[in-house]
Each structure stands twice: as C-alpha cells, then as structure tokens.
Antibody, heavy 114, light 106 residues
Framework: QVQLKESGPGLVQPSQTLSLTCTVS????????VHWVRQPPGKGLEWVGA???????DYNSALKSRLSISRDTSKSQVFLKMNSLQTEDTAIYFC????????WGQGTLVTVSS | EIVLTQSPTTMAASPGEKVTITCRAS?????MHWFQQKSGTSPKPWIY???KLASGVPDRFSGSGSGTSYSLTISSMEAEDAATYYC?????????FGSGTKLEIK
C-alpha cells in the first residue's frame, strides 16, 4: 500500500526558511518521481516542483530562486526547502507520487505570519 | 507555460442531471487528467489519459477531448459527486492545473 506523509512546522515567520519532509512507503524513490503541489486556503492547486527517480529536479519558475528539493533514498524521504517566505506562501503543501500523480499525502498547512 | 481555463467556475446540478465541465488549454496537449477534491481532503485522481477512469470511479463519469479542448462529463448527477474538479496537463513542463470547477448539488 502506497502512502505519502508530509511533515513540517505549521507556522513560519516571514523571511524565514520553510523545511518540509515527505515520507514515502510502498514505493521506491529510485523508481518513481515525487512532486510537491501547494494550495492556498480556498484557492486552486499550484505545482511547486519535482524530484525524479534519477535524482534530478524541476522547479516552478516563479519559485525557482527560493526553492530546493532533495531526497534521502535510504530513509524514503523527500525534502522541500523554500527560503525568503512571504505571506503569499501560506498554503497546504502536498507531496504526490507515482505515475500521473496517483498517490497523495494528506497535506500540511503552512502559515507564514509573524 | 500552458494555461488551463476551466468552465464553469461554479455550477449546481440536480440529481439525475447531466453535467459537463470543460478545460481549455492555451496550447495543444496530448492528454488531460482530472482530479476530484472534497473540502478538507487531498485531491484524488479521477480520470487519467483523457478518458480512463481511476480505480473506484463510477462509470457515470467519462472524459473526452483532444488538442486544446477537453471535458469531464457526469451522465447522471448524484449527491456524492459534489466536489471541486481540477484538470491537469503534464504534456508540457511545467505541469499546470486548471483553476477548478466547484460542482454543487441542487
């Protein structure tokens, strides 16, 4: 059974760095890509970035300068780091994996506020 | 970046009514994927590769389209179908989502 679970701080201060972890079970990170998608409260879905099975990454061009995605295959974990956070980054952050975004975590709400 | 425009933004349908949601792409895409999201939950894969139903999706749902115009159709609306539906294209990077269609039951 494939499961993804996001974890991280619920509250981040403006200008600080966000660190999120996606822990995966039931599939291999070396055979599957993992994407991050975010959703501001009451709004639509936005693709944030991805790490591919080979370890390469792709980022949303609007976030690229602030964003880093990495992984630890031994721990089946994918990491998202985004710096210089602004209030507009307040959102539920989902990790999703498998072909065609088949599997999703439950999401973690990140609030950027002082 | 390919922009996906969904219509309508919001709609309400009576039980038994036929429903069609449209997703138009700013450039041609090979396939369209659809997700269903209910309040407080993560999106669920609903239709993939334009017309294939994800596991567990009732067969009253169907998907069709090509090029820049795609649609999701419900042949007979049921209360459990009330949700927000998003289209997604992965033919061109970056992947982009439509803005969503909120479907309510009358």
């Amino acid at each position: 059974q494939v499961q993804l679970k996001e974890s991280g701080p619920g509250l981040v201060q403006p200008s600080q760095t966000l660190s999120l972890t996606c822990t995966v079970s039931g599939f291999s990170l070396t055979s599957n890509s993992v994407h991050w998608v975010r959703q501001p409260p009451g709004k639509g879905l936005e693709w944030v970035g991805a790490i591919w099975s080979g370890g390469s990454t792709d980022y949303n061009s609007a976030l690229k300068s602030r964003l880093s995605i990495s992984r630890d295959t031994s721990k089946s974990q994918v990491f998202l780091k985004m710096n210089s956070l602004q209030t507009e980054d307040t959102a539920i952050y989902f990790c999703t994996g498998g072909g065609r975004f088949a599997y999703w975590g439950q999401g973690t709400l990140v609030t950027v506020s002082s | 970046e390919i922009v996906l425009t969904q219509s309508p933004t919001t709609m309400a349908a009576s039980p038994g009514e036929k429903v069609t949601i449209t997703c138009r792409a700013s450039s041609s895409v090979s396939y369209m994927h659809w997700f269903q999201q209910k309040s407080g939950t993560s999106p669920k894969p609903w239709i993939y590769d334009t017309s294939k139903l994800a596991s567990g999706v009732p067969d009253r749902f169907s998907g069709s389209g090509s090029g820049t115009s795609y649609s999701l159709t419900i042949s007979s609306m049921e209360a459990e179908d009330a949700a927000t539906y998003y289209c997604l294209q992965r033919s061109s990077y970056p992947p982009t989502f439509g803005s969503g269609t909120k479907l309510e039951i009358k």
